[in-house]
């Protein structure tokens, strides 16, 4: 059974965050991140937090019929989580995580075709809140969501 279209996009994702030529990559790198990956579940014991873990989550589908014919275009909302424990005290941690996650949304935010996916471009990419305050008091943890929307066509 082929996957679906939800799980390749996520997987196109993850694809595009774990290549080399991305300028955050040195940065996963020395974060030990083993790869993006595509999953369900974005939780974690705070022992597997001591390494960043990246994780690429399919959140939403909505579609629209372009004409009579079946042609539809359809956004999928695709949410990419960056979560590490740190020290609350250690700015430098915490503003190289913030840079990394600045130029994931930027990546993600042009426009441009998803690797691997013809006529499936990457439309759009916010951060609602930097990083959650709730988790890095009561944790120490700190996370990001960069939503992205996924727009095609089929």
Do not use: C
């Not at 790869?35 to 022992?47: I, M, P, Q, V, Y």
Request: without cysteine; hydrophobic residues 45%; glycine residues 2%.
């Amino acid at each position: 059974m082929a996957d679906s279209w939800e799980d390749r996009i996520a997987d196109a994702i993850a694809t595009e965050l774990n290549s080399s030529s991305r300028s955050w990559y040195t940065f996963f790198t020395q974060e030990q991140v083993v790869a993006a990956a595509n999953a369900r579940k974005a939780w974690f014991d705070l022992t597997e937090l001591d390494r960043l873990k990246v994780t690429v989550i399919p959140a939403t589908q909505d579609r629209k019929r372009l004409d009579r014919s079946n042609k539809r275009e359809f956004d999928y909302g695709i949410l990419i989580d960056l979560q590490k424990r740190v020290d609350p005290a250690d700015m430098v941690t915490m503003r190289a995580l913030g840079t990394a996650a600045e130029a994931i949304q930027e990546f993600f935010d042009d426009a441009h075709e998803i690797t691997g996916l013809t006529r499936w471009l990457a439309f759009e990419a916010f951060r609602r809140d930097l990083y959650s305050l709730p988790q890095l008091y009561a944790n120490q943890v700190w996370e990001t969501l960069i939503a992205v929307t996924v727009r095609g066509w089929r």
